[in-house]
């Protein structure tokens, strides 16, 4: 299965306390929701991605934040199922590649969007999805790369989504909103069962 048909909802979290990696994983689970993206942007995001891993085995968890070669082959060490690229240097994706696990490139322009086509990539992360123009920018590219899909990150939320989603060439969005609070397990499973819903027809 491709990783953007996994769910319509991406969760995009930043982990501060590991201790709370397990607890909001199976929140997310019990919410229908079983991927989940750690951003590593923090100390405690390995420690996290290697909790996830070992411990809720039914949910895929991914290393989001992918900005430097070495951070692709330790979520690779930490149990990481895949990697997720804000933007797309040679290095980086390189280094992903290298993993050999799936990856989900980062691009924000045509252009950018064009190079990673080039390198066969046919699934790609739009961000900085709001700030780069958001449902109509991906519409209005839709015809000229009808061969790409996307899963938009970045300033979406629980009621922008389903315009997203209803987008012929967006297989998934990716939000922060569901673990907003990380700590709460019961807000994010409430959370989870809204977004598990959503669907392309939304």
Not at 29 to 53: D, F, H, K, S
Not at 79 to 103: E, K, M, R
Request: aromatic share 4%.
């Amino acid at each position: 299965m491709s990783l953007l048909d996994v769910s319509p909802v991406v969760p995009v979290v930043v982990i501060e306390d590991a201790a709370h990696a397990v607890p909001l994983a199976r929140a997310l689970l019990r919410g229908g929701i079983g991927v989940v993206e750690v951003t590593l942007r923090t100390p405690a995001a390995l420690e996290a991605i290697r909790a996830i891993a070992a411990e809720v085995p039914e949910t895929l968890v991914g290393a989001g934040t992918v900005t430097a070669p070495e951070h692709a082959k330790a979520a690779l060490e930490a149990g990481a199922g895949f990697l997720v690229t804000p933007g797309s240097t040679d290095l980086v994706l390189g280094a992903a590649a290298d993993t050999g696990l799936p990856v989900l490139p980062g691009a924000a322009t045509v252009t950018e969007a064009m190079r990673l086509a080039e390198r066969g990539y046919t699934e790609l992360k739009f961000f900085p999805a709001e700030a780069a123009g958001g449902v109509p920018y991906l519409r209005s590219i839709a015809g000229p790369l009808p061969g790409l899909r996307f899963c938009p990150t970045g300033g979406i939320s629980a009621a922008s989504a389903p315009g997203y989603l209803a987008l012929p060439n967006v297989g998934c969005v990716g939000g922060s909103w569901l673990t907003a609070d990380p700590a709460d397990p019961a807000k994010i499973e409430a959370a989870a069962h809204l977004a598990a819903a959503l669907r392309a027809d939304a």
